[in-house]
């Protein structure tokens, strides 16, 4: 079976990358591994940094970790998964379960050396797939892998997040407007902050509890002791970086929870933590998440028949656009680029 596979690469020019289209022979899959047929693939802020940065990235890389295909042949020694099974690749296709360990970041898809999704096609070892909940399209699907299971993981598996208790998410973007979801889902009070009435409006329809316009709000610390009666928020989706962290650390409840995640304004945050001490709160460096974590997210949306919110829907020859778009922040939900 001679297949061959479009794909954008990362082209070195200049010190710098650009997207470049190109096409290759696909691999069949040997012992342990699956062919997929990507459906859809969709874009996070860590491609932009990736497209940024070609000191620490592959020259003719395949960016992007988030897909979600259809299976089209299986290696010998393959039995959970059979042609036409839909399934997604995990961000870390060897941290299966259990804790980190550091060997992972090398495997993370379409970073540093390892290609991603942007292709027709992908081989994948079948212990890094997960089914995809019968209820969304490739496309939904799509958007999962690295945004929806970084929320989860902060919030179900390290944070224990409890029906009744308080979220803050920073801004609109994936992992915030997941974690609202997830967290709503579960009987969670969210509250959501953003510059736009509009994007605040449409986080209400999802089912956030109260809203902070960081603009005419500057301090949005204050305004969320406030809606918590003085006691401060249980959990915090810490995506800003260097201009919100001493913030949260100021909102977060006594015995609260920041989960680190986002970098959205830099990387050079110095916080004074000192504050959690006598607040007995912790920080959780959250990256991404285990197939077994990816799992336990699929169950949950399906028992709550959970729809991801997709901005907007790029063909494969509009990827550039798709980054432009990513660039300008404007977008509410996730990008995706349909590989049909």
């Keep these: 079976m001679n ?3 479009r794909h954008f690469q990362l082209t070195a020019q200049r010190g710098a990358f650009e997207l470049r289209r190109g096409s290759r022979l696909t691999t069949m899959p040997k012992a342990n591994q699956v062919l997929v047929r990507m459906g859809a693939a969709s874009l996070n802020y860590r491609d932009l940094l990736t497209l940024q940065d070609p000191s620490v990235n592959r020259d003719g890389l395949i960016p992007l970790s988030d897909g979600a295909g259809t299976v089209m042949a299986v290696g010998a020694g393959v039995t959970r998964w ?12 060897t941290w299966l379960r259990g804790a980190f360990a550091p060997s992972a970041l090398a495997t ?12 027709d096609y992908v081989v994948a070892d079948t212990n890094s797939l997960v089914p995809i909940p019968e209820h969304l399209s490739l496309a939904e699907a799509a958007t999962l892998p690295c945004a929806a299971v970084t929320a989860w993981h902060a919030l179900f598996e390290r944070g224990q997040l409890q029906p009744g208790e308080t979220v803050l998410v920073q801004g609109t973007g994936g992992v915030a407007l997941f974690g ?16 736009s009435e509009e994007k605040l409006a449409r986080a209400k329809a999802l089912g956030a509890w109260k809203t902070i316009n ?3 709000q500057p301090a949005w610390d204050k305004a969320a002791m406030d809606f918590t009666e003085g006691r401060g928020v249980d959990h915090i989706l ?14 977060v409840a006594p015995g609260g929870r920041i989960a680190q995640i986002g970098v959205l304004t830099g990387f050079a945050s110095q916080p004074n933590i000192l504050p959690l001490q006598f607040k007995n709160a912790s920080i959780h460096g959250i990256c991404v998440g285990s197939v077994e974590h990816f799992e336990h997210l699929n169950q949950f949306m399906s028992m709550h028949r959970i729809h991801p919110v997709i901005d907007t829907a790029f063909a494969f020859d509009d990827v550039p656009a798709a980054y432009a778009h990513l660039q300008s922040a404007g977008h509410f939900g996730k990008l995706v680029v349909n590989l049909n």
Excluded at 238 to 251: C, F, H, N, R
């Design 180 to 195: 609202l979801q997830l967290a709503a889902a579960h009987g969670a009070k969210v509250i959501v902050t953003s510059s």
């Design 108 to 119: 993370a898809l379409g970073g540093g050396e390892t290609d991603g999704m942007l292709s």
């Design 3 to 5: 297949l061959i596979s």
């Design 82 to 93: 059979k042609a036409g099974d839909r399934v997604s690749v995990n961000f870390f296709p």
């Design 238 to 251: 810490e995506l800003g970086g260097p201009q919100t962290y001493d913030k949260s650390i100021a909102a």
């Design 214 to 216: 960081y603009d005419l």
